[in-house]
Every structure is written in structure tokens, then in C-alpha cells.
């Protein structure tokens, strides 16, 4: 079906071209599932009749491996975390650098905005500002697991069989603040960070056999959940979210280390071709009223002023019913990953699969 | 002289899209797996020659017991596809009726025309702990509690072995339908007993299918990545995952080429093994089949 259109309306692009009449540029997003609501595509259509949006979902790892494959064609914006985008680019080249004049920069809130800038300047250019950030942590069925408080009750004998996880880079961090370490720290010193890589992975095999299994994506996450087979689990906040909806006892627990934040951004792959459509498509999505049919569909937090007062009425009470003001504060927003670390986390989180102990 | 030049120009036409399909399918990109898996990454953006990823491979155990498992597991769900698709195909080339013969060989078509993804999900809601089997075996008192069948490798080799037994099959039931009747009432009219006949008779006629078949299922097996993935639990790893993760979460290319090499050699050593070892050559089974 999506095909058919979009054939349908590279024809027609090809025919007006061709006619002369007007100059139709087609904007290739590349981005994650949910994050293109069809409401919005067709909002930003109308007030754009000159532009065709055509929308490829993905996740951090296969977009940088997406534009790795091209050196960076393909595609005209991209949206992967404010983390992966400064070592992608230092290995692969694949980012341009943006032109903020062309950003509404003003409306963004300024302390999510400085965060993303200086994680992702590079010899003084700016590669990406924040579009919506949410967090990691920890959702919980509050009449089945009354007590899960922090990353290691997922390890807890109470819940045996019961619990589940991501294999991913965001289990090993949080394991490891839960721990009492600081995972970003050691970022600095890798020799320190594989020794505290080492010890997560120790702590992780003995916690396997509390695990019923790792989850893959949200959706079998939340079938496990709402079936009941698991009573706590590490998720994405907007899951937990969306669960919330269908089941007032499935809360989003921020970990009392803290949740996991990261900041989904806007980057413009090398060789985008529709710049000005990309910049477009950037304000437009974050014009206030935009924000809220797009946290409808996300469950994340826009990077704007007063972004939390714009989500939809459900997701507000999603969010005041997981998060206090102290939470807030004690977010640990996701540090630059230096190259190298992914690939030693990659073997940490081999090791643990590999392991037969649990 | 004109028609020999017809002939030839005949034969290079009807050879040139296979030939093509070779050089640009499959000669092509694995020259370039091997160039790439020959690039060791010395610093951003920076790389040099070496055998690196292959010897990262063999000093680290957990990728080659991973290789080692997804091997034996695949001999195991193609003994299990031999066994169960021998007598399926049997039936169909020898016993059953012409009628029937036609609608049983579709019913085993039919799963293929769903997708790989549809029937993994199939399976797992079958077998999750919330699922049919589980919910039927509580409401028929035979077990108090529900019981979780999925997340582990008995699970992935039931759904491979569902997956792959129609590869078994097919080639099987042409083979057999080859064999005259004839060949098996003289077996028994020399006096051989059921076992005999088949040992001495049945199998031996089969043993192109039987080749050709084991060959496709174990390359399906080892090289399958849904399956084990949906269906396994946290301790069964497969080899294409290690290869997927290479490629994408690790943003390794090299050394995931060197594993998607490695994984090409183990699986060819494999079939040249089991074919020596059953006295078989490719000549006198496949290329009869």
C-alpha cells in the first residue's frame, strides 16, 4: 500500500517536474517507529504541497548502519540519539553539519539544547539538536512486585522467573550505577571501564536465572506484561506508558539511581539532498501544536519550552504517575560514547548471552 | 556451419542469466566479504591488511562453541527432518492413491505460503506460557499451573525442524516416485523381511533425495536467523545472530564478514564430511536427483 503511494507520488513528482509547473522535492526520513504519525506527514504535506514525505522506520544501530553502507546517502534527515552521533561521524563520516540559523532554536528548551550541542560539536560544527527525549528504567505490576525500586530488583529472588531485560548497552549501564559506580566517568579511562564492564557482567550471568527471557522490541515486552507471564521488567518509559493505559498497575519506575535519559535528535546525513525540506520538516514538528499529536503517537517528551504541559491528557497522567520533581533531577542523561566502547560492550553483552550459568 | 553457430549462440544466451546470477549474486560479494574481512581497523576511519578478525575469532571461545552449537544443532534438526519426512514422503510417492497423492503434497505446501515471521509468532502463540497448549493442558486438570514451553532449544528445534522438513520432502518424493513397485515385491519375493527391504532396497534407491535433501536442510538450518531468535530462550545463541550483531550493533563489518566467511567454510566442511564419511560422492546423488 505505502509503495503503491509512494510509486503514485513519485509519478506525479516526475510529471510536474517535467511539466515545469512547480519544483517538487521529495524529504527521505529516516527515523523511528511512531515518530512519523500519518496526521502529521499529511499536515506537514498540505502546508508543503511541494514536498513528499517518504518515511523509513529504524533504530540507532541499523541507521548509523544504514548510512555507514552509503556514506551517508540515501536518506535527507535522521534521528538517531544525541550518543551516537559523535563517534559515527569521527568513524564514518556520515553527518553534515547543520546550519542553526535555519532552526528554530529559540523555542527549544536551552539546558536540552546545550546538552545535545556539546555532545555533538566537532572542530566547532554543530552535527544535530534535540528533537524529544524520554527515559530507561524500570516498569513494575505494582500489585504482583510491590518493591522493585532499582535496576538490581530485576535480579531479585522474589520475582524468580518473572522479570525480563533488554541485552543491550542500557542494562549494562544501569546495572552498573545500580552497583554504586558511574559508568559516563569511566568513559574517560577504558582500561577502568572494562574492569567495571566486567563485574556488570559477572553481577548479569548470576541474574540470568531470575530472567524468564530478553526481551527484543516493545511489543513482545508488552505481551509478556499484560499477560501477566512478568510482574517487572527494563523498558522505555513510553511502553510503560502505553501499558499504563491499558492497566492502571503497570507504573514506569524510575530507578532510584536515577533513569536513563537520551535525546532523540535531528542530523542531516551527508548527502541528503532536500537540506531546506529537512530544516522545514525540523520547525514544523516542533511547533507546539505539532508537539502534542507527536507525543500522542511517541510517548516522549518534546525538546521544547513547556513541552510537558503539550502531552496528551493520558500520557500526562502516565508521566506524573511515575515521575516526581526529584526524579527529574536525578536523570542520567546518556554520556557521548567514545569509540571503541560499543565494541566492548558488544562482547560484555556476547559474554552474558553465552553464558550457560543461570 | 550456420546451425553449429545457432547452437552456440543458443547456449550462451540460455547460460547467461545463470551465469550472471553466479558472478554478480554470489562470486562477486563474497570476494568482497573476503576483502573486507581482511581489513583489521587500527583507528577511525583508518585500516590495514591483516587476518585480525579471524584470529579474534579463534582465541575467543564463545564465537567458536557458538559456531560449534549452531552446527550440531543443525545436524540434529536434519537427522529429526530425515526421520520424520522419510515416511511422509514414502507415503506420498508409494502408498497413497493418484488423488490423494496431489492434495497431500499441497498440504505440505501450504506453510510456505506463509511467511517465515507469521509462523514463528504461530509457534509462540502456541507455546507461551499464556498460550493454547498451556492454557488447554490447566483447563483439562492436567497441570495445576501454567507451564512454559517457549525460550528454550527443544523450541528451536521443533520450529526449524517444521520450518525446513518440506525441503526434505519434496526432493524425497521425486526420487521415490522414480522406483518401480517391482524392485520392492522382489525384495520380499527373495525373502527379505520389511527391514531388510528397506535397508537394501528402498534406501539405497533413495539416497539422491536423501542427499540432496539433508544438504539444503542443514545449509537452511545453520544459515536460518527468525527462528532461533523468536523462539529461543537466554541461553540459546545462533550464529547469524553473532553476525547480525557484528554487522549492526557492533558496527564491526570486518569481523562480521569474517564470521559470515567462516560460517560459508564450517557448513561446506560439514556436507563434504558427511559425505565422505557415507561413502556418497555429489555426482552419483545430487546431480541424479
Not at chain 1, 498540505?46 to 553502507?69: C, G, H, Q, W
Not at chain 1, 500526562?316 to 516526581?324: D, E, G, L, M, Q
Not at chain 1, 527529574?328 to 560514547?337: E, P, Q, V, Y
Not at chain 2, 549474486?25 to 591488511?49: D, N, Q
Request: aromatic content about 10%.
Amino acid at each position: 500500500m505505502r509503495t503503491k503511494t509512494t510509486i503514485a507520488s513519485l509519478l506525479a513528482a516526475t510529471m510536474l517536474v517535467g511539466a515545469g509547473t512547480a519544483q517538487a522535492e521529495t524529504l527521505r526520513l529516516l527515523t523511528w517507529g511512531s515518530y512519523a504519525p500519518e496526521e502529521l506527514v499529511q499536515k506537514f504535506e498540505e502546508e508543503y504541497p511541494d514536498i513528499d514525505v517518504e518515511v523509513t522506520f529504524s533504530n540507532n544501530e541499523e541507521m548509523i548502519a544504514k548510512l555507514r553502507a552509503t556514506g551517508g546517502a540515501g536518506f535527507d534527515l535522521a534521528q538517531p540519539s544525541h550518543d551516537r552521533i559523535y563517534a559515527a561521524q569521527l568513524e564514518y563520516d556520515i553527518y553534515k553539519p547543520l546550519d542553526l540559523s535555519k532552526i528554530d532554536t529559540d523555542a527549544m528548551q536551552p539546558s536540552l539544547l546545550d546538552g545535545v550541542k556539546a555532545n555533538t560539536t566537532i572542530d566547532g560544527e554543530v552535527y544535530a539538536v534535540p528533537h524529544q527525549w524520554g527515559t530507561s528504567g524500570l516498569m513494575a505490576d505494582v500489585t504482583k512486585a510491590p518493591d522493585v525500586k532499582g535496576w538490581d530488583d530485576l535480579c531479585n529472588p522474589a520475582y524468580k522467573g518473572k522479570t525480563s531485560m533488554r541485552l543491550r548497552r542500557t542494562i549494562l549501564l544501569g546495572t552498573a550505577f545500580s552497583m554504586g559506580e558511574d559508568p559516563f566517568a569511566a568513559y574517560a579511562d577504558l582500561d577502568k571501564y572494562q574492569q567495571l564492564l566486567d563485574k556488570v557482567a559477572d553481577k548479569l550471568i548470576e541474574c540470568k536465572d531470575n530472567i524468564k527471557a530478553y526481551w527484543k522490541g516493545g511489543d513482545d515486552l508488552s505481551a509478556m506484561m499484560l499477560s501477566g507471564e512478568i510482574v517487572a521488567s527494563e523498558t522505555w518509559d513510553s511502553t510503560a506508558y502505553k501499558l499504563f493505559d491499558q492497566n492502571k498497575n503497570i507504573v514506569f519506575i524510575p530507578p532510584e539511581t536515577g533513569a536513563l535519559a537520551w535525546i532523540d535528535t535531528f542530523a542531516i546525513p551527508r548527502k541528503g539532498e532536500a537540506d531546506d525540506a529537512a530544516y522545514k520538516w525540523i520547525n514544523f514538528v516542533l511547533r507546539p501544536e505539532n508537539v502534542t499529536i507527536m507525543s500522542a503517537s511517541t510517548g516522549a517528551i518534546a525538546s521544547i519550552k513547556g513541552a510537558k504541559e503539550l502531552l496528551p491528557e493520558d500520557k500526562k497522567a502516565a508521566v506524573n504517575a511515575a515521575f516526581t520533581d526529584a526524579d527529574i533531577d536525578n536523570l542520567k542523561f546518556f554520556a557521548n560514547i567514545p569509540p571503541g566502547v560499543e565494541d566492548m560492550e558488544g562482547k560484555t553483552l556476547e559474554k552474558i548471552k553465552a553464558a550457560t550459568g543461570g | 556451419m550456420v546451425q553449429k553457430d545457432v547452437r552456440r549462440l543458443t547456449l550462451i544466451l540460455l547460460f547467461a542469466p545463470f551465469a550472471m546470477w553466479i558472478a554478480l549474486l554470489i562470486i562477486v560479494p563474497h570476494i568482497g566479504m573476503v576483502a573486507l574481512s581482511l581489513r583489521e581497523k587500527v583507528a577511525p576511519r583508518v585500516y590495514e591488511f591483516g587476518l585480525g578478525n579471524y584470529i579474534d575469532f579463534i582465541n575467543e571461545p564463545i564465537y567458536w562453541n557458538t559456531l560449534l552449537r549452531t552446527g550440531s544443532m543443525s545436524l540434529l534438526v536434519t537427522a529429526l527432518a530425515l526421520l520424520i519426512g522419510f515416511p511422509i514422503a514414502y507415503y506420498i510417492a508409494k502408498i497413497a492413491g493418484n488423488r490423494t497423492r496431489g492434495a497431500l503434497f499441497l498440504l505440505c505446501l501450504i506453510p510456505l505460503w506463509v511467511s517465515d515471521l507469521i509462523r514463528a509468532f504461530g509457534w509462540i502463540l502456541l507455546l507461551r506460557e499464556t498460550g493454547v497448549i498451556s492454557t488447554f493442558l490447566q483447563w483439562s486438570g492436567l497441570v495445576s499451573g501454567p507451564i512454559e514451553f517457549l525460550y528454550n532449544d527443544v523450541t528451536v528445534i521443533i520450529g526449524l525442524v517444521y520450518t525446513v522438513i518440506l525441503f526434505m520432502i519434496v526432493p524425497l518424493v521425486s526420487t521415490l516416485d522414480g522406483m518401480d513397485d517391482s524392485l520392492v515385491e522382489a525384495g520380499y519375493n527373495l525373502g527379505g523381511s520389511g527391514f531388510t527391504v528397506l535397508r537394501r532396497i528402498i534406501v539405497p534407491y533413495a539416497m539422491p533425495g536423501i542427499v540432496s535433501g539433508c544438504i539444503v536442510v542443514f545449509m537452511l538450518t545453520a544459515g536460518s536467523y527468525l527462528t532461533p531468535i523468536l523462539l529461543g530462550g537466554k541461553n540459546s545463541s545462533w550464529f547469524t545472530e553473532q553476525i547480525y550483531d557484528q554487522f549492526i550493533t557492533r558496527f564491526n563489518w570486518e569481523s562480521g564478514a569474517a564470521f559470515g566467511f567462516l560460517l560459508l567454510a564450517f557448513t561446506s566442511t560439514v556436507i563434504w564430511l558427511g559425505l565422505k564419511l557415507s561413502g556418497q560422492t555429489l555426482a552419483n546423488t545430487v546431480a541424479k536427483s
